[in-house]
């Protein structure tokens, strides 16, 4: 059985657009998951450490057969195969793929909590949650209402459209 995953992406050491392009393109080779929404990508401020680059971010949907722990472990597994390092929380990255909803499980253990914890303070996830999944509900209030209580500053479009992953080359404003 198939079921409907939310990813959150982002990055701002290195080529992190290129690494977004690449772990969707991983995920979407896959027999077992299919990329079937991606939202624009977007410029935005550094969240929590605020001493480093702009980040760019973005938010997938996938259909997959994985249950959200074997998601999680390809989520991982693919940032690590990106050169991901992990040294500081909220800190600079080169990459980061976050699982921020499957099939709307919950689910709370020492390695997964669904959803993902924080999502509805993060206007940096919403803004692009929203253009794939309008109407999600995020502890139990509509996408839409979060944003409307969230600061977006300095949240800009980074791509006219979704489908920049597919294109080869570098991202220009949108």
Known sequence: ????ALLGLGGNLGDPQA?????????????DTEVVAVSRLYRTPPWGVTDQPFFFNACAA?????????????????????KRERRERWGPRTIDLDLLDHGGETIADERLTLPHPRIGERAFVLVPLEEI????????????????????AGIEPASE???WWRRTGGISPG
């Open 1 to 4: 059985m198939r079921r409907r």
């Open 19 to 31: 690494n977004m392009r690449e772990a969707l393109r991983a995920l979407d080779g896959r027999a």
């Open 62 to 82: 996938v259909d997959t057969a994985l249950e959200a722990h074997a998601l999680l472990d390809l989520c991982l597994e693919t940032e690590r195969g990106l």
């Open 133 to 152: 999944a309008p109407g999600f509900v995020v502890d139990g209030v509509p996408i839409e209402e979060r944003l409307a209580h969230l600061d977006r």
């Open 161 to 163: 459209d979704g489908n």
